[in-house]
């Protein structure tokens, strides 16, 4: 196989890339979500670079051990490290027991994972989980890189060598982002342990010895990255947003804990923003598109995914729905060939794919560069001087490595109804049986009846659609 390239952001090359220990196989850890909230189509696209890091790896016959965290406590309202924690926060505006807050938004982002094929992590850990292993790590640390205030614990950025490497940190411009807290001795410093104010509510707290209070965001993934992958594992991933303070904190945790220069990954790779016409797509507004959000408009939820394969991952990718219907209809005639192919699959061989699989070789191998391998699939299904069989066995590589289940998928599965629908699916799929029936019994009054009828329910009859799509229903 072709050996396999990955981008580094912290020495911003691309490097190739060997496991750190081959008896441990290779160790990924991805910043997950903060479950205060649906995660939005924007949070998902990290998930499915994520998934295709790890689908390429395994590809490659290494064995995986993924992580990605649950942030349930300690993640403030900036990503700067200031303002409120978004969990309390949200408790208190919806007037609920924040851990069934949690439980709610971490099983709405499973679901997430489910519906847009992303295969389970090896561990899936809560931070709330490993309160103790935080004090624990934080305690190790204090004495050489912290320092205490009225409101907690803080990190002392000047105590780590090149603290803000990753974020190419060198003047005021990470500063704006984060905001004073009285008696911090540098801007860049961040809270390890924040001590609950007196007289502040919190549902989330516990005994530490800097008093009663939480976590800083930062410390949870040194912790539980270290905890399941070791002091040093072999990639780090997260948006790109990250890279800027999160992850330079994180490192920063890292080397005070082993007292050294280690940032504790090999690699630390960043995706981009998924950005609509209007700016970078984010919560704060208060607007903002989920996946549940696409498949009420009538869109299958991997149709999503096949956007995110169409742009690099280190490339901003544009939302438009105009982009996703685009999306969608190639997934779609990707689908109906592999059905005709099915149709035409005899057992005997003719041709070769071993090319096919080669190209996809090279275009992952090459950062994970999915834009490329999507045609090379196109060219596969549709290439004639190979057999139909050896078409279909060639096409479980791509399966493998993009996360598009087309060995399972039929068109039916496509067919989404927007959530303003008056009819369901299986109305419509009996109706048209029904007027399949009249029209080959050539009784065309009954075959427009039923149409007429599908029509004032809102269902478009595509009688010449090439795809041979029979139906679709607009979304209101």
């Known amino acids: 196989m072709t050996p396999l390239s990955l981008y580094d952001s912290l020495s911003r090359s691309l490097r190739v890339f060997e496991p750190l220990d081959p008896q441990r196989g290779v160790r990924v850890y991805s910043c997950g979500p903060t479950v205060y909230n649906y995660a939005h189509i924007g949070n998902l696209r990290a998930y499915v670079f994520t998934d295709t890091l790890s689908r390429t790896l395994t590809w490659k016959g290494y064995d995986l051990t993924h992580v990605i965290?649950?942030?349930?406590?300690?993640?403030?309202?900036?990503?700067?490290?200031?303002?409120?924690?978004?969990?309390?926060?949200?408790?208190?505006?919806?007037?609920?027991d924040i851990w069934a807050i949690a439980r709610h938004y971490t099983d709405a982002f499973k679901r997430n994972l489910a519906d847009l094929n992303i295969r389970n992590p090896t561990h899936l850990p809560l931070a709330t989980d490993h309160i103790a292993e935080m004090i624990d790590f934080a305690a190790a640390i204090e004495a050489k890189h912290c320092y205490r205030l009225e409101s907690g614990l803080y990190f002392d950025v000047t105590t780590v060598p090149d603290y803000g490497r990753l974020a190419r940190l060198k003047d005021d411009a990470g500063e704006s982002r984060i905001d004073?807290?009285?008696?911090?001795?540098?801007?860049?410093?961040?809270?390890?342990?924040?001590?609950?104010?007196?007289?502040?509510?919190?549902?989330?707290?516990?005994?530490?010895?800097?008093?009663?209070?939480?976590?800083?965001?930062?410390?949870?993934?040194?912790?539980?990255?270290?905890?399941?992958?070791?002091?040093?594992?072999?990639?780090?991933?997260?948006?790109?947003?990250?890279?800027?303070?999160?992850?330079?904190?994180?490192?920063?945790?890292?080397?005070a804990h082993c007292d050294c220069a280690d940032t504790g990954a090999a690699f630390w790779m960043h995706n981009n923003f998924l950005v609509e016409r209007a700016g970078k797509m984010s919560k704060s507004s208060g607007e903002f598109l989920t996946l549940q959000a696409l498949v009420d408009r009538g869109y299958h939820p991997l149709s999503y995914r096949m956007l995110c394969l169409q742009a690099h991952y280190r490339s901003e990718l544009e939302f438009s729905w105009e982009n996703l219907a685009a999306a969608q209809v190639r997934l779609k005639r990707m689908v109906q060939a592999i059905e005709g192919l099915r149709s035409r699959a005899d057992g005997r061989s003719k041709g070769s794919a071993a090319e096919y699989r080669a190209q996809l070789d090279a275009a992952i191998s090459d950062d994970l560069a999915t834009p490329r391998v999507l045609p090379v699939l196109d060219?596969?299904?549709?290439?004639?001087?190979?057999?139909?069989?050896?078409?279909?066995?060639?096409?479980?590589?791509?399966?493998?490595?993009?996360?598009?289940?087309?060995?399972?998928?039929?068109?039916?599965?496509?067919?989404?109804?927007?959530?303003?629908?008056?009819?369901?699916?299986?109305?419509?799929?009996?109706?048209?049986?029904?007027?399949?029936?009249?029209?080959?019994?050539?009784?065309?009054?009954?075959?427009?009846?039923?149409?007429?009828?599908?029509?004032?329910?809102?269902?478009?009859?595509?009688?010449?659609?090439p795809l041979g799509w029979d139906w679709r229903v607009p979304a209101a």
Not at 399 to 421: F, H, K, N
């Open 180 to 255: 004073p807290v009285d008696g911090k001795r540098h801007a860049q410093d961040f809270a390890i342990w924040r001590t609950s104010a007196p007289g502040e509510n919190r549902q989330m707290e516990w005994d530490s010895p800097w008093g009663r209070g939480a976590p800083g965001w930062h410390l949870e993934c040194s912790v539980m990255s270290q905890k399941y992958l070791g002091e040093s594992f072999d990639i780090h991933t997260g948006g790109i947003d990250h890279r800027e303070i999160h992850h330079p904190n994180e490192i920063a945790q890292n080397q």
């Open 69 to 96: 965290n649950i942030t349930d406590v300690g993640h403030l309202t900036s990503d700067a490290d200031a303002g409120d924690d978004k969990m309390e926060a949200a408790a208190r505006r919806a007037g609920q």
């Open 379 to 465: 060219a596969l299904l549709g290439d004639k001087k190979v057999s139909a069989g050896d078409r279909l066995a060639a096409m479980g590589d791509f399966v493998e490595v993009l996360g598009l289940p087309l060995d399972t998928l039929r068109r039916e599965d496509l067919r989404v109804p927007p959530s303003t629908a008056t009819i369901t699916a299986e109305v419509i799929e009996a109706r048209l049986e029904e007027r399949k029936a009249a029209r080959a019994a050539k009784d065309f009054a009954a075959s427009d009846a039923i149409r007429d009828e599908l029509a004032a329910a809102g269902v478009e009859v595509m009688d010449g659609d």
